[in-house]
C-alpha cells in the first residue's frame, strides 16, 4: 500500500507540473458561438491560459456538452455554459474580454460578403446584449464580413450610448500568422523570427500585406511579392476549397484568436509592449475603420501604429488605393444595415 501511494503521489506532482498551470491572472473570457467549427477549438486553448480564471461558453446549440468536456481538463479557469437567449445577459456579466465566432460560414463560391443577410442580425443581437451586459469589456468580433460587422457593432455600441472605439476590434490575427508562415516557408527564414504587418481589411484585396516591412528585414523579388500577397489575400478561400463544402478555417483561426485573446489579456494585465494587428475605428486614412498595427494597453486600443504606412513600395501604394472603394462599401453596407435596423 505504501509503495503505491508513493507512486501515486509521484504522479500527482509530476502531473501537476506538467499540466496543471498556476493562475497568474483572474479575467473573465466569453465565446459567443462557442461550440462552433472556431468555437470548441478558441475555447480550448483559451482554457490553457493562466490569465483566465473563468470561461464563459455561449451558443444557441450543443454549448453543453463542449462546457462539460473541457471543464475535466486541470487547467485554472472554471468553465460555465450558457444556451439560448434567456442565458445570454448571464454569460457575459463582469466579461472582460467577449469573442464572437457565432454566425455562418462560407462555402465554395461564396465571398464573405454573401454571409451578410445572415451574420449581420446575428452580430446585432449579440452586441446589444454585450452593450447591456459588459459595455466595458474588450470585444473581438470574428464574424464574417469583418469589414462590415465592426461598422455594425460600432453603430449598435452608438446607439446604446455605450460605444468605446478603443475596445472593439475586427479580428484580423489570421491574416498575419498566414503571412509569417508563408513568407517564412518562401525565403527559409525561422518562423518565431517572422512578423509580416497586413493592413486595410479582412475580404479579398482589402487585405494588404506590407511585405516591405517584414521583420527581419528581407528582400523580395517582384514576382514573389505578386505570389505571396496573392496567397495571403486568397487563403481562407484555399481553405474553403479544400474543405469541399464543410465551411472555412477553424482550427488555424482559433489559435489566430487565442494570440489576440492572449495578447489582450496581457495588455490588461499591465504589460506595456503588446503589440497586434486588428481592424478597428481609425485615422489612418480617409476610411473610417482600417486595419493595421496597433498598440494594446489596459484600456484597449493605445495608439496606432502609422509608421508602417510611411515609404510603402509602388506595389503597395497601388494596391492600398485599389483596396479603398470595396473596403469604403463594405463600411457603408455595414453602417446603413444598422441604422436601417435602429
Ligand atoms: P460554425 O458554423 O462551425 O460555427 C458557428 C457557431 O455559431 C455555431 O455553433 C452556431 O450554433 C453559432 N451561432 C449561430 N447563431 C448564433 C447566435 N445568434 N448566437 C450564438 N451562437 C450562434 O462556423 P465557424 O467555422 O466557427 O465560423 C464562424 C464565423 O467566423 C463565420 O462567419 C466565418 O466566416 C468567420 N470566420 C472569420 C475569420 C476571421 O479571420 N475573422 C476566420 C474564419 C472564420
Ligand atoms: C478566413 O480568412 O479564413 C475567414 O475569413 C473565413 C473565410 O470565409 O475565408
Known amino acids: 500500500a505504501a509503495l503505491r501511494e508513493s507512486f501515486v503521489q509521484k504522479a500527482h506532482k509530476q502531473n501537476q507540473r506538467v499540466v496543471n498551470l498556476q493562475p497568474q491572472a483572474s479575467f473573465k473570457v466569453a465565446i459567443l ?3 462552433g467549427g472556431i468555437g470548441q477549438p478558441l475555447a480550448l486553448l483559451v482554457k490553457m491560459s ?11 446549440a450543443n454549448v453543453k456538452g463542449v462546457a462539460a468536456d473541457l471543464s475535466h481538463c486541470n487547467t485554472p479557469s472554471q468553465v460555465l455554459d450558457f444556451t439560448g437567449n434567456s442565458e445570454l445577459a448571464d454569460s ?5 474580454v467577449v469573442v464572437i465566432p457565432a454566425g455562418v460560414p462560407r462555402k ?21 446584449a454585450v452593450a447591456d451586459n459588459c459595455p466595458d469589456a474588450f470585444i473581438h468580433i470574428i464574424s464574417n464580413p469583418v ?15 455605450v460605444y468605446d472605439p478603443k475596445k472593439l476590434f475586427g479580428v484580423t490575427t489570421l491574416d498575419v500568422v498566414r503571412a509569417n508562415t508563408f513568407v517564412a516557408q518562401k525565403k527559409n527564414l525561422k518562423l518565431i523570427d517572422v512578423d509580416v504587418p497586413v493592413i486595410g481589411g479582412h475580404a479579398g ?4 500585406p506590407l511585405l516591405s516591412k517584414t521583420k527581419p528585414s528581407v528582400s523580395f523579388t517582384d514576382e514573389e511579392v505578386q505570389e505571396l500577397t496573392v496567397r495571403i489575400q486568397n487563403a481562407g478561400t484555399e481553405v ?45 486614412t480617409e476610411l473610417p475603420y482600417f486595419a493595421s498595427r496597433i498598440k494594446l494597453g489596459r484600456k484597449g486600443l493605445e495608439a496606432i501604429i502609422s509608421s508602417d504606412l510611411q515609404g510603402l513600395t509602388e506595389y503597395e501604394e497601388k494596391a492600398l488605393e485599389a483596396l479603398k472603394p470595396e473596403l469604403k462599401s463594405s463600411i457603408e453596407k455595414g453602417v446603413a444595415f444598422a441604422q436601417k435596423q435602429a
Open 108 to 128: 465554395p463560391g461564396m465571398t464573405r460578403d454573401d454571409l451578410f443577410n445572415i451574420n449581420a442580425s446575428i452580430v446585432k443581437t449579440l452586441i446589444e
Open 205 to 208: 484585396i482589402t487585405i494588404l
Open 92 to 96: 457575459l456579466k463582469g466579461v472582460d
Open 50 to 60: 493562466p490569465l483566465v480564471s473563468a470561461l464563459h461558453l455561449y451558443d444557441i
Open 240 to 284: 474553403v476549397e479544400a474543405k469541399a463544402g464543410a465551411g472555412s478555417a477553424t482550427l488555424s483561426m482559433a489559435y489566430a484568436a487565442a494570440r489576440f485573446v492572449e495578447s489582450s489579456l496581457r495588455a490588461l494585465d499591465g504589460d506595456g509592449d503588446v503589440y497586434e494587428c486588428a481592424y478597428v475605428q481609425s485615422e489612418l
Open 33 to 35: 458561438g462557442a461550440a
Open 147 to 161: 469589414n462590415s460587422t465592426v461598422p455594425i457593432a460600432a453603430e449598435v455600441l452608438r446607439q446604446k450610448g
